[in-house]
């Protein structure tokens, strides 16, 4: 009999199917992987600590530059903590903007992870499409907040900029725009037996599994967990929002959940919109000293913010916990192993939408 | 796993991710049901994990504290198997029922909590 020779396998840290670097270190048996594990430390921000001492409205702005992605949440979460601390209620029509933005960066984020994953797995084709309309929805993120990435949009007590009655009908018929497209490139994600190939049945992740590693987002709610901090925020509560749950617990679960969440998103705008009344979209106020523990839900999961300010509204102590550590945790410990080719090892780990910035803020 | 030879360089790393605030806290709380310094716990978990594992343990820690019954906590059972892994569930529940056997028997509970927390010291370093 041949001898089967056990091979370390380095993946990273530069890879083509990689965004960002990081580095997997799988030990394989031929094609089989046994193990895995992930070395850190290539694009560490210290961010934390460049945060301590300084003013809100500083942090405000470092907070945002946490991850490049998906921006907006971090201002989100950060503001709201300090509001919350502060007791400053933001006022109704800007609750609803701030909602609108948000979804707005949730989808093109799930946009691009569902891209890189097509790229991933060579259909060039698909990943192409789904990065063209992400460009739609990246041009009403523009529209409404003046940028494309570091947005700024969420101040306390409100939002920056209004939302004009002609830019909400731009706004409404881009979604419809979107709804059409995306229903296509969801129907050649379903029916394409090579993306079924590489996707359903690989990279299983275990409800048991995903609890104990506390995963989030939609990696943790394609394995059939009911975790969305959406569900207490009284803005998306007041939207009638409830979670989007698979149980297959594979790639294609993961990538199906942020394609079913990217329609929710523009009911959700949609909902937001028909909310929106007529008011001041600032109420003000001014930052107090005190601690808080915040979270809400990033496209990739929850997202914490531990903070504690002073009667000056400096930040005297922050830790921030992204919903891609554990997510990048649980996929190298549970997912990638018992992979049956190493060639899964990308596809598996692109699945999880890993977004390196966040985990070395 | 394999070891490179950068992988010593790779310590200070894992060091400055356990020194942060919310690492720190978790390591603290484990330390102190373990009866041991935090730098011999750390020492441990440098020994024993990657550095993601390293970097998500509050996380972990957050999901084991909603484990386990009045007992388990009090031996850090839930996260020691689940958060940490540096104990198996089997051994974990070994612990425990070793632990009510000492109180049944008329040992005091201070006394078979620190043997149970000498085992799960053997149990960790062997």
């Known amino acids: 009999m041949k001898k089967t020779v056990d091979v370390s396998l380095p993946v990273g840290p530069m890879h083509p199917c990689f965004k960002e670097p990081c580095r997997i270190k799988c030990e394989t048996r031929g094609e089989y992987v046994l193990s895995a594990e992930v070395e850190l430390g290539y694009v560490k921000k210290g961010i934390e600590r460049i945060m301590r001492g300084r003013p809100w409205q500083e942090v405000m702005f470092l907070a945002e530059r946490v991850c490049g992605i998906c921006s907006v949440i971090h201002n989100f979460v950060f503001i709201e903590a300090v509001e919350n601390i502060s007791g400053i209620v933001p006022t109704e029509r800007a609750a609803f903007l701030r909602v609108i933005v948000n979804e707005l960066d949730r989808m093109q984020s799930h946009l691009l992870a569902n891209y890189s994953y097509?790229?991933?797995?060579?259909?060039?084709?698909?990943?192409?499409?789904?990065?063209?309309?992400?460009?739609?929805?990246?041009?009403?993120?523009?529209?409404?907040?003046?940028?494309?990435?570091?947005?700024?949009?969420?101040?306390?007590?409100?939002?920056?900029?209004?939302?004009?009655?002609?830019?909400?009908?731009?706004?409404?018929?881009?979604?419809?725009?979107?709804?059409?497209?995306?229903?296509?490139?969801?129907?050649?994600?379903?029916?394409?037996?090579?993306?079924?190939?590489?996707?359903?049945?690989?990279?299983?992740?275990?409800?048991?599994?995903?609890i104990e590693a506390h995963a989030v987002g939609p990696t943790a709610r394609a394995s059939g967990i009911d975790n969305d901090q959406r569900s207490t925020h009284p803005?998306?509560?007041?939207?009638?929002?409830?979670?989007?749950?698979?149980?297959?617990?594979?790639?294609?679960?993961?990538?199906?959940?942020?394609?079913?969440?990217?329609?929710?998103?523009?009911?959700?705008?949609?909902?937001?919109?028909?909310?929106?009344?007529?008011?001041?979209?600032?109420?003000?106020?001014?930052?107090?000293?005190?601690s808080i523990k915040y979270r809400n839900e990033a496209p990739r999961g929850e997202l914490l913010y531990e903070l504690t300010t002073d009667d000056y509204g400096r930040i005297l102590e922050i830790a921030i916990q992204t919903p891609s550590i554990p997510n990048i945790q649980v996929c190298a410990h549970e997912m990638l192993i018992d992979a049956q080719s190493a060639a899964d090892i990308t596809s598996i780990f692109i699945s999880s939408d890993p977004c390196i910035a966040c985990t070395e803020r | 796993m394999n070891t490179y030879l950068y992988e010593k360089d790779l310590r200070q790393m894992k060091l400055t991710i356990l020194e942060s605030r919310r690492h720190d806290a978790v390591v603290l709380e484990l330390a102190a049901t373990l009866g041991i310094k935090r730098q011999q716990l750390r020492k441990i978990l440098i020994e024993h994990f990657d550095m993601l594992f390293l970097e998500n343990l509050p996380a972990r820690c957050d999901a084991a504290r909603e484990t386990g019954d009045d007992t388990e906590k009090l031996l850090g059972i839930p996260l020691l198997t689940q958060a940490f892994r540096l104990l198996s569930k089997e051994e974990g529940d070994q612990i425990k029922e070793q632990y009510l056997e000492r109180i049944e028997n008329g040992i005091t509970e201070e006394t078979a909590r620190s043997e149970a927390q000498m085992e799960i010291l053997v149990l960790i370093r062997s």
């Open chain 1, 118 to 210: 097509c790229y991933t797995i060579e259909h060039e084709t698909l990943a192409m499409y789904l990065l063209n309309l992400r460009e739609t929805v990246m041009d009403q993120l523009e529209l409404i907040t003046g940028a494309r990435v570091t947005c700024a949009y969420i101040i306390p007590g409100g939002v920056r900029s209004d939302l004009s009655a002609e830019d909400a009908e731009r706004l409404r018929s881009a979604l419809d725009h979107i709804d059409a497209e995306l229903s296509r490139f969801i129907r050649i994600f379903e029916t394409g037996p090579l993306i079924a190939l590489r996707s359903k049945g690989v990279g299983i992740l275990t409800k048991e599994a995903a």
């Open chain 1, 235 to 290: 803005t998306y509560k007041a939207l009638g929002f409830s979670p989007i749950i698979r149980q297959e617990a594979d790639n294609y679960a993961r990538i199906m959940v942020r394609f079913e969440e990217v329609f929710q998103s523009t009911g959700l705008i949609r909902s937001a919109l028909a909310a929106l009344k007529e008011g001041p979209i600032r109420g003000g106020g001014t930052i107090k000293a005190g």
